[in-house]
């Protein structure tokens, strides 16, 4: 199983044009991180952007296994099939350990440098990103799995606006500050249960997909 979290990395940052993709991208997530010192757009950096960022292996690597059939040819290694849907899982997981590191270098610049916020609330707007990371991959592998690359990538742009439209319609409508007021604890531990019970649940679902798909 190592073998295809290699596999799936290498699909995701040695292809080129996947890897001007992600240039890209991180260059303009630094460009709003350095010029926008707003608290509004450390949340959507920190709280949508990142978060959103964690499923790119799984798209990438369902990308090339459509374009060689190569999951035809994956069914013929000794693996389980619980074993290539875990994999697929464990590398978007690994991944969310770098986009996690950037986050909370995002938070210093606020912390620090913009002077935004204080650490305590910049790091506790981290911890709710990274269980949001939780949350958008079990929403989006589901996606993945069901839709296939193609359609699930369509499928994940709509979720994507839709966010980005929900975050911009409550920018004056809801005070951010206060939510950050409440018990941090009880916050951080139901959304913690929440988002592993829907990681879970969709890796469940995604293995009945993967199997009744190739069964």
Not at 100 to 119: A, C, E
Not at 151 to 170: D, E, N, P, Q, R
Not at 199 to 206: A, D, E, I, K, Q
């Amino acid at each position: 199983m190592s073998g295809l979290i290699l596999k799936n990395y290498f699909e995701t940052f040695r292809i080129t044009k996947n890897l001007l993709e992600f240039i890209f991208g991180f260059g303009l997530v630094g460009i709003m991180v350095i010029l926008g010192t707003d608290f509004y757009i450390f949340c959507l950096m920190t709280m949508i952007i990142f978060p959103l960022m964690i499923s790119s292996p799984l798209q990438y690597t369902m990308e090339q296994n459509e374009l060689c059939k190569f999951d035809d040819i994956l069914l013929t290694y000794p693996l389980s099939k619980k074993e290539i849907v875990r994999s697929h899982f464990l590398s978007c997981l690994l991944f969310c350990g770098i986009t996690g590191i950037l986050s909370l270098l995002t938070v210093f610049v606020y912390v620090y440098l913009h002077h935004t916020t204080d650490l305590k609330t910049g790091l506790l707007v981290w911890a709710g990103g990274l269980l949001l990371s939780l949350a958008f991959l079990a929403a989006s592998s589901i996606g993945f799995f069901a839709l296939g690359n193609k359609k699930g990538t369509i499928l994940y742009l709509i979720f994507v606006v839709l966010c980005a439209l929900s975050y911009a319609l409550t920018y004056n409508g809801i005070d951010f500050m206060s939510i950050f007021t409440l018990d941090a604890r009880l916050l951080l531990l139901i959304g913690l249960i929440i988002s592993l019970l829907l990681l879970w649940g969709s890796y469940r679902l995604c293995l009945r997909i993967y199997t009744k798909k190739h069964s």
